[in-house]
Structure formats: C-alpha cells, structure tokens
C-alpha cells in the first residue's frame, strides 16, 4: 500500500546522503562506462549545446509517507517502476463501452489527460551521482519547500482584491494565457508535459529554450546584473564559470510567475544554477532558491537533464494559435452571468 502511495505521487508530480549538494560525478564513474572526453567549443569551454530531457519521474518534493528516506534501493526501484510500467498498461486498456454515466453532480475529472500525460516519460527513475533520490529537493533533508506561513504572493493578493480566474485574461494563470508555462525558470521544476529545452551557446551566452510554449531564456556570461532593478520575464541572469561548471545567478523575475502548484515567489526571489556536463549524455543541473519573504529558509535540488537522441527536437507550441480554451472559459462565464440574470 505505500509503494502505491509513493507511486502515484510520482505519476503526478509529480539509506540517507548528505543533504549538500554533491558534486556531480562523470557517467564513467556512475557506471564505468569507459573512457570519455568532455567536448568543448571553440572557446574551450564545455559544449553544452543540444536538445535535451529535464523529465522526471522523481517528485518535486517528498511524498510525506516516506519521512525523512531520501534514497530508495535497487530494488525498491524495481518495484516502483513495475507498478508504473502496469498503471500505465491499465490507462491504455479501452474504456468499457457499457459504463454507466457519472452521478449527476458528481466531479468529472481529468482520466483522459492523466491516460494522454503519462506516456511523455518512460517509467523509470534515474540516478543522480549513483542514488535514486524519493526527491528532486534534498535540503532542507525533509525534501519540503519550506513556505512561510501566511505569505501572499501576486496571485493570492489579485484574488483578495477582488479578481476571479473568470473576470478576464488576467485572471487566468500564464500558461493559460501562453505567455510562460510552470516555474520562474522552467527547468527548476520535473515537468510531465514537453518537457524538452534546447541550448545555443557563445562564447558570451547561453540560450535556453523550452519547447513548452517556448520560453527562452538570455543568459549573460562573465556580465554583471543590470543597473536597474525592474522585474523580467524569467529574471535578470547572468553567469560565470567555476572551472567546467556554469554558475547562473538570476533575480528582479516577475511576480506573476509565481505559481501555487510548484514554487511561489516574491519580489526578493534569487536562484543560483549549476550546469555540469558529466557525460556525453548527461548534465548534472542543482540549484538553490533564496527568498526571505516567502520561505523560511533557502533551499536546493538536483538531478540529471538527458540529452534527446537525435530524432527527438524541439517543436514550434504555437500556443496562441490554438487557445480555444481560454476565449471557451471567459465565454462560458459570461452566459452563466446572463442566465443568472
């Protein structure tokens, strides 16, 4: 029974280590995959450049029936991944044509999509240095984001002032306007759906797109931050090298990236990342979250983004082109008022 808790934690998200982020290992060292040299530009510097994978099957945060197991065996492993492997069977089975209807009033909910995003990762876990993590977050070792109680962020305040998800665009959240999807920087968080993102690299910066309406980040290299202090879409990033290690520091995001179903933010919102390349196919990603007035305490994750194979792109979103959804919602809210009339 709890490995089906687990698991369905991890459908959705969705031994001890030291909670400090650990360095990054190459994959030859992992699994003595032989020798491997680390390509570089022209530059010298390693070569990030790609399409690559930052899905995952491991929650964000860690399911509260584990406690404080940050680590699962190999063949606690083996069962998790089972159970995906036959959950995932039982979604693609035919729906059986003699079903009943629901009852009326009763909650409609979402099993087609569930069925539809299950199959965009493969059920399995992936190692990070060697150990199969109950959690992307490993400090504070809870594997909790550490919210402040009784913070407000930019959503909770436009909703306490009045704005319902219905009285307009801006009510709605930004994926369903397709202005950005997810967090402030979309590859804090294990995304289930397109969770795709190409790197173009320079000698002075780093492009990072995800395919997920396509978000692009600018990220400066060897820069200092701007001046000025206003807010921007995804941060004011710059980055630096610690030998083959990029380091981006980003802050001045926007508040309304803020986002209630993975991490909220303030206006004092800074996140450091590490890129490391520890194998042809793999980067090492950590990253750390500060924010005072809506944590109590930073906090940091890690795990490993899988280069796509080669057959495997990033796709124009066309978002806007095809949100019916939203003009259908505000639609739909406006005959209700009449009706009510």
């Not at 219905?166 to 759906?193: H, V, W, Y």
């Not at 397109?194 to 780093?206: A, S």
């Not at 909220?264 to 979250?289: D, G, K």
Request: include cysteine; aromatic fraction near 10%; charged fraction near 25%.
């Amino acid at each position: 029974m709890q490995f089906l808790l687990v698991l369905l934690t991890i459908l959705i998200g969705s031994v001890l280590f030291p909670i400090a982020l650990s360095e990054p290992q190459s994959e030859n060292q992992n699994h003595e995959f032989g020798h491997w040299t680390m390509p570089r530009t022209e530059h010298g510097r390693p070569d990030f450049q790609g399409y690559w994978f930052f899905g995952s099957r491991t929650p964000l945060q860690r399911p509260s029936i584990l406690g404080d197991k940050q680590t699962y065996t190999i063949e606690e492993v083996g069962e998790l991944e089972q159970e995906m492997r036959e959950r995932l069977a039982r979604q693609d089975e035919p729906l059986d044509p003699n079903r009943g209807a629901p009852e009326k009033g009763g909650r409609i909910g979402q099993e087609a999509d569930d069925t539809f995003l299950g199959h965009y990762i493969e059920p399995k876990l992936h190692p990070v240095n060697g150990n199969y993590r109950t959690s992307v977050i490993i400090d504070p070792p809870s594997g909790l984001i550490p919210r402040r109680e009784g913070f407000l962020d930019y959503n909770a305040k436009i909703r306490a002032a009045g704005l319902n998800d219905t009285d307009g665009p801006e009510g709605q959240p930004l994926s369903g306007r397709c202005l950005i999807f997810g967090a402030a920087i979309p590859s804090l968080t294990p995304m289930m759906m397109n969770p795709n993102l190409q790197i173009v690299q320079t000698e002075n910066y780093l492009m990072i797109m995800t395919e997920m309406i396509h978000d692009a980040r600018i990220i400066r290299i060897n820069r200092e931050h701007f001046s000025h202090d206003y807010p921007r879409w995804m941060g004011d990033a710059v980055a630096s090298w610690e030998g083959d290690t990029l380091v981006v520091h980003s802050k001045n995001f926007r508040p309304e990236q803020s986002s209630s179903r993975s991490i909220i933010i303030s206006t004092e919102f800074e996140v450091i990342e590490r890129y490391a390349l520890v194998s042809e196919n793999e980067i090492h990603y950590s990253f750390t979250v500060t924010d005072n007035l809506a944590y109590t305490q930073s906090f940091s994750g890690e795990r490993i983004l899988v280069r796509n194979t080669p057959e495997k792109k990033v796709y124009e979103f066309a978002c806007h082109e095809g949100n019916y959804s939203l003009s259908g919602i505000l639609a739909g809210a406006r005959r209700l008022e009449v009706e009510r009339q």
